[in-house]
């Protein structure tokens, strides 16, 4: 049996785009062969620990982009209406 283990770094960057010469089909190909049983998928739980503690981080930086898009947005709507 072949087994298969996620480096918490690749597993990141393929989950949440992170490099762009990284996709989701990495992860893709990994489901087909965990899928037709040529190999088991090994998750540490430090690996699992890591990946959700940069997801909470990487969606709190998206959430304050947008509301720092939203503050440009209406401070660019109010300066032309002064104008």
Not at 32 to 56: D, N, T, W
């Amino acid at each position: 049996m072949k087994y298969i283990f996620l480096d918490t770094n690749e597993y990141i960057v393929c989950a949440l785009l992170t490099e762009s010469d990284h996709t989701p089909e990495t992860l893709s190909h990994i489901e087909e062969v965990l899928e037709s049983g040529r190999a088991h998928l090994l998750v540490p739980e430090l690996v699992k620990i890591e990946f959700f503690r940069v997801l909470k981080e990487t969606l709190v930086s998206i959430e304050k982009g947008v509301t720092d898009l939203k503050a440009v947005s209406t401070n660019v709507r109010n300066f032309g209406a002064i104008i």
